[in-house]
């Protein structure tokens, strides 16, 4: 695969990401529905995982690097957590309205921005990852995490909006940050493309604990607080049969 035919795939993820942020700046989404949108994305990554790169984890027979690579993922992870929150302390990760915001003042959540980037830039990275191991697991990944995107779209769109920013800049800012999942693919399949055996498992295994973490302490997190009622608990289900069902009809 060239570089070019990757930004052609990667066309789809970025204007999901940018429409999201459209709709959120002109009509937030209400908590339910975000919340209904952040199970069916946690159940679709979660069913990527399962299909498309464990089983390639287990098939190469190295322990010691998917061990190194998996937990370099979790490092980050928590790094990246834990050099936003030192550096950016007060804005979190839910939209909400700021004491300066109802007075009718702006104020721009850069900690929020800056950490949705980092996560732009790893989801890119991943799909990057996954077109280096393969174009069909490259496009199956692509299909998961355009899901979670359209999610990061909403909500920096509708935190923007709620931190007093005006639509036009809202509009603006989002659609800058959705530009990162292009220069995360592009990196990874570039450093990665061509590697295979051990090595490419280490970098699988990288790929896997940072989707890992981000459904598990972002996305489910943050989808657990709107009271959990039986029809947002289905979502993630659904969300899990749809690539499950997707990934048996291509086989």
């Known amino acids: 695969m060239s570089g070019q035919s990757l930004f052609s795939y990667m066309l789809l993820p970025l204007a999901v990401t940018i429409l999201g942020g459209i709709i959120a700046a002109f009509r937030a989404p209400g908590p339910k529905l975000t919340s209904a949108i952040q199970h069916f994305a946690a159940g679709v990554v979660f069913a990527a995982i399962g299909l498309e790169l464990l089983p390639d984890l287990v098939g190469e027979h190295a322990p010691l690097e998917v061990l190194v690579g998996f937990t370099a993922g979790v490092l980050l992870m928590l790094g990246v957590k834990w050099l936003t929150e030192f550096l950016w302390p007060e804005p979190s990760a839910k939209p ?37 191991a393969g174009a069909e697991k490259g496009k ?52 990665l493309a061509g590697l295979q055996g051990p090595a490419l498992a280490g970098s699988i295994a990288f790929g896997s604990s940072a989707l890992l973490y981000l459904v598990t302490e972002e996305l489910l997190v943050e989808a657990h607080e709107v009271p959990e009622t039986p029809w947002l608990t289905a979502m993630f289900f659904a969300g899990f049969l749809l690539f499950l069902e997707l990934g048996i009809t291509n086989t």
């Open 140 to 191: 199956n990944l692509m299909i998961a995490l355009t899901v979670e995107l359209l999610f990061l779209g909403l909500s920096v769109s509708a935190a923007l909006a709620q931190s007093g920013v005006g639509r036009l800049t809202s509009i603006v800012t989002t659609t800058i940050m959705a530009f990162f999942v292009v220069i995360g693919s592009v990196t990874g399949f570039s450093l």
């Open 96 to 132: 909400r309205v700021s004491p300066r915001a109802r007075r009718g003042r702006t104020f721009f959540p850069i900690g929020l921005v800056a950490t949705v980037t980092v996560d732009l830039m790893i989801d890119g990275f991943l799909i990057g990852v996954g077109f280096a």
